[in-house]
């Protein structure tokens, strides 16, 4: 039996060495990225005919959506992502047991070492020598706070994936072998200029998602998430589940959202002061909810999708940019914008854009994985409503 990346290992192996774990990452990004860049040439190439239509583009996404909430597996797979520090190369253990186990244990991480030295030095800066030496010791050393979370098909609302079919088109055919399941192959390109595209291998007899490609709106291969091994056996889920019991290094990725959700007319009163909203917003995007987060300040933010791409826009009582802001502007490199007299901080954070600025009052974060021209036009709309209502404030 042929395997895309190698001969699939033991899930769990106590004798293996990091040693052998970095031979086997080093080996992996060799042969992923051979793969991949043929792969990724083809992709572009064949961009052309969609015999398929959105009808039977949402029956696939609920066909994964319900294969995501109803089949237990476990599994070896690969991940390659970029950092702000170069390509990373990570090796996982996966489990699921819906609907209450959706489990992930790192094995090996190949280029993390830049990142984490990067993430001490920031976290360190300007403290005394005794918070120093307080090293993160005491976390998981399977920590997934480098990596970008990614939704899951089965946790998009009915509004998202109509969205989804409404501003992508897709195609469906047959695709190779992998982790020796036959799969089906996925491709969904966007209707409109600057938004990412995405490639999915499913497996034919149940819909799980064995392989991810995804590339920015600039085509650029930026993220690949490979499955080498997986077992659909329930016995085997549960052997698994009870010989890492009590393991640290075994994160559950269900949590607790900080959030809740929040009414447009309660917006103004947990925020201290009046709300706007974008007057501009990309062609296919639309505003998805509304949700307040109550730390030291009170925060509402507003996520807006076109179904697969998003932006959010943070919203707080403004107390002026800290110095921390201000260090951290200058460690990311920002760049300053002036739209409207309101200067604009605007820094990337791996395939994220960030602006920041302060205006009437009220201080402004808006994220997202789209062309930073788009979203300053999203902000300069925000700048002009908010500026508005400070005059509509003022003769009143």
């Known amino acids: 039996m042929k395997y895309p990346i190698g001969k699939p290992k033991n899930l769990i192996s106590n004798t293996e060495t990091a040693g052998d774990r970095r031979a086997f990452g080093i080996r992996a990004i060799v042969r992923l990225y051979s793969t991949l860049l043929v792969c990724g040439l083809l992709f572009g190439v064949t961009k052309g005919a969609f015999a398929n239509t959105p009808k039977q583009f949402l029956e696939v996404l609920k066909r994964i959506a319900a294969a995501e909430n109803e089949t237990s597996y476990t599994g070896t797979r690969l991940i390659v992502f970029h950092t702000p520090r170069g390509l990373t190369v990570r090796e996982d253990l996966v489990i699921q047991q819906p609907p209450e186990v959706n489990a992930v244990k790192v094995l090996s991480v190949i280029g993390r070492e830049r990142f984490d030295q990067h993430r001490k030095d920031d976290r360190f800066k300007g403290r005394d020598h005794k918070e120093r030496q307080s090293s993160r010791s005491d976390r998981p050393s399977g920590r997934r706070g480098f990596l970008p979370r990614r939704k899951r098909i089965s946790n998009l609302s009915q509004e998202e994936l109509e969205l989804l079919t409404q501003n992508y088109q897709f195609h469906l055919s047959s695709g190779s072998t992998i982790a020796g399941e036959e799969t089906e192959e996925i491709k969904i390109y966007p209707q409109f200029e600057d938004r990412p595209t995405k490639r999915l291998f499913i497996a034919r007899r149940n819909g799980i998602i064995l392989r991810v490609d995804e590339f920015d709106y600039t085509g650029h291969l930026r993220f690949v998430s490979l499955f080498t091994q997986i077992e659909f056996d329930q016995k085997k889920v549960e052997e698994t589940l009870a010989e890492l019991k009590g393991d640290k290094k075994l994160i559950y990725e269900k949590r607790e959202h900080r959030s809740r959700p929040i009414k447009e007319v309660e917006v103004e009163k947990a925020l201290g002061v009046r709300h706007v909203q974008p007057t501009y917003l990309p062609p296919g995007f639309q505003l998805l909810d509304m949700r307040h987060i109550k730390r030291r300040a009170s925060i509402v933010f507003l996520r807006y999708t076109d ?51 302060s205006n009437s009052g009220v201080d402004f974060t808006l994220i997202g994985e789209l062309d930073w021209s788009e979203l300053i036009k999203v902000a300069e709309s925000v700048i002009l409503a908010s500026q508005k209502n400070q005059k509509e404030m003022t003769k009143e």
């Open 307 to 357: 179904g697969l791409a998003t932006f959010s826009l943070f919203e707080r009582k403004g107390k002026g940019r800290s110095r921390h802001s201000d260090r951290r502007h200058r460690r990311e490199n920002a760049k300053t914008l002036t739209r409207h007299d309101v200067p604009i901080h605007v820094m990337k954070q791996h395939q994220a854009y960030i602006l920041e600025w």
